[in-house]
């Protein structure tokens, strides 16, 4: 990572486009489980009363 300051602003910049494809990479992994999470918890909310919550697995 290559710095430079402008007053009081810091700019930084990649020194390799593999950083870049790393995050893109955990931004898809996290993004997957997010939505695995959001979808889980849309089923609990969905749960009628008296009535077996979703299984995780």
Known sequence: ???????STVHYSLTSPHVAELLAVARTIL????TGQ????QDLRTV???AEPPQLS
Do not use: Q
């Open 48 to 50: 009628a009363p008296g």
């Open 31 to 34: 993004t997957g489980v997010l």
């Open 1 to 7: 990572m290559v710095t430079r300051k402008e007053g």
């Open 38 to 41: 959001a979808e889980l918890l």
